[in-house]
């Protein structure tokens, strides 16, 4: 049998693009290694209210716990923000990926569990033992992508985190962030209806975690960084994490990944209706998506590096104006804009910030 399109990974970018694709009348495999869809959990499950908009999907039906604001909080001092409107939700991520793989499904899509791709032989892809032909082969496998490999590509950074979810014992409405903490890019506390995720990335993350919160069993991920030089080769696309489509300020995946499926289904699409070529694909993601990434990079290594006293100073000097502008402005999707407003509206200030960070 010759398929449309293979997809390689049953995540949730790999099921949302099987699913855009199998609604339009293409005949899509999606192949996972995994016996079920959405485990095991590597994820805080922190969406934008974005995210929902993308996929279709009501936060209620992913128990979406409204997510106002946050508090940031370095050493012993702490600065906190807090919206009238719900900018985010913590969700259960597994429910959210079954619902997308469902959705693959009802529209004529395949899922191949507890398959492996290994390589492509020729113009055919290797599952376990077996050759499967498709007119396209999409890696959307993840952090380690064997599709990035297959096509010679990389990224630049794969950053370790570990996670464990207790009981809340933080207000139910913010986030509480840890910049730098103990040596790590940053620490969270994400509420979850009556319980919390506790978490640290980078660094030793799983020594900082046990020092931000003693209890509960730890489980390890691992998130990729900085894009790949080329996302098509030939036939082959990359999308979602294995293209190192994630926000690199606050390590989250879903919403970059999610918005270049999007974008690949269009391209898939008039690839196979009209002969359109593929590489339109990396110029269409890299245009809407890939310039916030690339200062996402910047943010992070601005950000990320400076250390726990640094933050605290910078903390001490957020004042009411500040918190405004993180209000009007702030968004987890595109960082960025918060960066050019507070440039503009409060130079002074951020002159000081940056003074705080060069001269400790
Ligand atoms: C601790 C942690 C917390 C995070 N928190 C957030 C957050 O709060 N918000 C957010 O937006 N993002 C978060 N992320 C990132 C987010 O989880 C990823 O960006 C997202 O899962 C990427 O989706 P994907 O479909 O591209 O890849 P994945 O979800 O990794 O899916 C890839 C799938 O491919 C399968 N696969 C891999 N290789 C093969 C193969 N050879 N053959 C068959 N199948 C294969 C895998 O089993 C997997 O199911 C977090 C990550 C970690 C580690």
């Not at 869809?37 to 929902?52: D, H, K, M, N, Q």
Request: with cysteine.
């Amino acid at each position: 049998m010759k398929y449309d399109v293979l997809i390689v990974g049953g995540g949730p970018v790999g099921c949302f693009l099987g699913a855009l694709l199998a609604e339009r009348g293409f005949s899509v495999l999606i192949v996972e290694e995994h016996d079920e869809i959405g485990e095991p959990v590597e994820c805080a499950g922190l969406l934008s209210t974005r995210v929902f908009e993308v996929a279709g999907i009501s936060p209620m039906k992913v128990r979406g716990h409204p997510i106002k604001g946050a508090k940031v909080i370095a050493s012993n001092s702490s600065f906190e923000f807090r919206a009238k409107e719900i900018k985010a939700y913590s969700v259960d991520r597994a429910l959210f990926d079954k619902i997308l793989a469902n959705r693959a499904e009802r529209g004529g899509a395949e899922i191949l569990l507890k398959r492996r791709f290994r390589k492509m032989m020729g113009d055919s892809a290797l599952i376990d033992g077996e050759e499967v032909k498709a007119k396209i082969y999409v890696g959307a496998d993840g952090v380690s992508s064997v599709m990035r490999r297959e096509i010679g590509e990389s990224v630049k950074k794969i950053v370790g985190a570990s996670q464990v979810e207790i009981e809340n014992e933080i207000d139910e409405e913010i986030v509480e962030i840890y910049p730098c903490f103990s040596n790590t890019y940053f620490a969270w506390k994400i509420p979850f209806h009556e319980n919390m995720r506790v978490g640290a990335v980078g660094g030793d993350h799983s020594h900082a975690l046990r020092k931000l919160c003693s209890v509960g069993k730890i489980s390890r991920g691992a998130i990729p960084i900085g894009l790949v030089r080329k996302s098509v080769k030939k036939n082959i696309l990359l999308v979602g994490d294995s293209a190192g489509h994630v926000k690199p300020s606050s390590f989250g995946g879903i919403y970059p990944g999610l918005k270049c499926a999007e974008i690949a289904s269009k391209v898939i699409e008039a690839h196979l209706s009209e002969g359109a070529p593929l590489e339109a694909y990396e110029k269409a993601w890299r245009r809407e998506i890939g310039k916030e990434l690339r200062k996402g990079m910047l943010i992070h290594r601005i950000f990320h590096n400076i250390g726990e006293e640094r933050w605290r100073k910078i903390v001490e000097i957020m004042d009411e104006e500040m918190m405004m502008l993180i209000l009007n402005y702030g968004d987890i999707d595109y960082p960025s804009r918060l960066i050019r407003e507070a440039i503009k509206k409060r130079p002074l200030k951020i002159m000081k910030i940056l003074l705080r960070m060069i001269f400790i």
